[in-house]
């Protein structure tokens, strides 16, 4: 039994599963890596975490693991619809299904549910980049010396090996395509501020919006700082799915 998938994402480079047993073989990789799943039932604002307990590849099913936190277990009942989203080995996910079937074992649930009809995944690049929802605050403070004029521009997006920001057409710096930033300034939302050196790796004129969008790798990072940034990245990246709206 297969139920209606939600739309496909509105991002680039999402790819879709159909065939019954390719999904069959990624909900097994979910399940042998024990993968935290974000779940969100229909109408319900909050996500909870789960996990994938077994695979029923014969009659195309799978078993969930109860929710956490526990309360959001009444909500699964069966005919409930759910969105399950998260990342494994480097590639993100998204499917809808709905709760077949509800049990528990020792006073623990656990729920069947049929495969989805469609499952979106997209492949990670080595330096997954997350865009900086409003409402965070995270400012980039730029300058080409140590000790020239600085400029203070919020964070456009984020990455292990990088970062972007908006600019002005006006800016008073003149950014160029391999210029180096000395001493950079990163608010990372709710992760503290680093500091480190830059390199400009792309320009891009927007005329329309009045604005260029500047693209900086990290140079010579400390592994301690990088960490740093990758904790920051995840945290965005939850912050992302979790306000995505139910779809389908």
């Given at each position: 039994?297969?139920v209606n998938?939600p739309?496909?994402?509105?991002?680039d480079g999402?790819?879709?599963?159909t065939?019954p047993?390719q999904?069959?073989?990624?909900?097994?990789?979910?399940?042998?890596?024990n993968n935290?799943?974000s779940?969100?039932?229909?109408g319900?604002?909050?996500?909870f975490?789960?996990?994938?307990l077994?695979?029923?590849?014969?009659?195309?099913?799978m078993?969930?693991d109860?929710?956490?936190?526990?309360?959001?277990?009444?909500?699964?009942v069966?005919?409930?619809s759910?969105v399950?989203?998260?990342?494994?080995g480097?590639?993100?996910?998204?499917?809808?299904t709905?709760?077949?079937e509800?049990?528990?074992?020792?006073?623990?649930?656990f729920?069947?549910?049929?495969?989805?009809?469609?499952?979106?995944?997209?492949?990670?690049?080595s330096?997954?980049r997350?865009?900086?929802?409003l409402g965070?605050?995270?400012?980039?403070r730029?300058?080409?010396?140590?000790?020239?004029?600085?400029?203070t521009?919020?964070?456009?997006d984020?990455?292990a090996?990088?970062?972007?920001v908006?600019?002005?057409?006006?800016?008073v710096?003149d950014l160029?395509h391999?210029?180096r930033l000395?001493?950079?300034?990163?608010?990372l939302?709710r992760?503290?501020?680093?500091?480190?050196?830059?390199e400009?790796r792309h320009v891009?004129?927007h005329?329309r919006?009045?604005?260029?969008?500047?693209?900086?790798?990290?140079?010579?990072v400390?592994?301690?700082?990088i960490?740093?940034?990758?904790?920051?990245?995840t945290?965005?990246e939850r912050?992302q799915?979790?306000k995505?709206p139910n779809?389908?």
């Open positions: 039994m297969h998938a739309e496909r994402p509105d991002r999402f790819e879709t599963i065939s047993k999904v069959a073989e990624f909900l097994r990789k979910l399940q042998t890596r935290q799943i779940a969100q039932p229909a319900f604002p909050e996500t975490t789960t996990s994938v077994q695979v029923d590849a014969h009659n195309q099913r078993m969930l109860e929710l956490v936190p526990t309360y959001g277990n009444k909500l699964l069966p005919g409930t759910i399950l989203r998260g990342h494994s480097g590639i993100r996910f998204v499917m809808k709905e709760v077949s509800a049990d528990n074992e020792n006073g623990i649930k729920y069947w549910l049929p495969f989805p009809a469609l499952l979106h995944y997209q492949q990670r690049r330096a997954f997350v865009r900086v929802g965070l605050n995270a400012n980039a730029l300058s080409l010396e140590s000790d020239g004029p600085e400029l521009t919020e964070l456009f984020l990455s090996g990088g970062f972007c908006m600019l002005p057409q006006d800016t710096l160029q391999g210029d000395a001493s950079c300034k990163i608010e939302p992760h503290g501020i680093i500091t480190v050196d830059a400009i891009s004129d005329p919006f009045g604005c260029k969008l500047i693209g900086i790798s990290f140079v010579n400390a592994p301690d700082t960490r740093q940034v990758q904790r920051c990245v945290f965005l912050e799915m979790r995505q779809t389908g």
